[in-house]
């Protein structure tokens, strides 16, 4: 008895650590964020950070208004915000180049990159 009693506790300990594992983030896997407020212009951003959640809250944090929200979140690559006189968009890349390369295209004339970030 005392024998099957170590066994099912064993394998619930065994059970408890597989699934801790799966919920852990990928070794070296890093988060970043971008939060923006539009009517002010105001832009943070986070790089790096441990968690999606750490990242999101500094973004807003550096965005300095009540009123930010993330607009992007990225993990392995790059985001980047472009704003122009009547809109933004944030696009993602592999590069800090390419977001925003992408960013300005879809943008357009008279746009300019308000915030980038790149994560490790």
Same mark, same amino acid.
């Given at each position: ?5 170590? +066994? ?14 799966? #919920?852990?983030?990928? #070794? =070296?896997?890093?988060? %970043?964020?971008?939060?923006?407020? *539009?009517?002010? =212009?105001?832009?943070?951003? *986070? !790089?790096? #950070? ?12 550096? @965005? %300095?208004?009540?009123?930010? $929200? $993330?607009?992007?979140?990225?993990? #392995?690559? @790059? *985001?980047? +915000?472009?704003? %122009?006189?009547?809109?933004?968009? $944030?696009?993602?890349?592999? !590069? ?10 879809? @943008? ?8 980038? $970030? @790149?994560?490790?």
């Amino acid at each position: 008895m005392k024998l099957a009693i170590s +066994l099912l506790l064993l394998g619930i300990a065994f059970a408890a650590q597989a699934a801790d594992k799966e #919920r852990a983030p990928t #070794r =070296n896997q890093f988060y %970043g964020a971008i939060a923006y407020h *539009a009517p002010t =212009n105001n832009a943070g951003w *986070a !790089t790096d #950070r441990k968690s999606s959640r750490e990242a999101r809250l500094e973004a807003l944090k550096q @965005c %300095g208004h009540e009123s930010c $929200v $993330v607009v992007a979140t990225v993990t #392995r690559g @790059c *985001a980047a +915000l472009a704003r %122009g006189p009547k809109q933004t968009f $944030v696009q993602k890349g592999t !590069t800090q180049q390419e977001a925003q390369t992408k960013a300005l295209g879809k @943008c357009g004339k008279g746009c300019e990159i308000a915030a980038w $970030v @790149c994560t490790k």
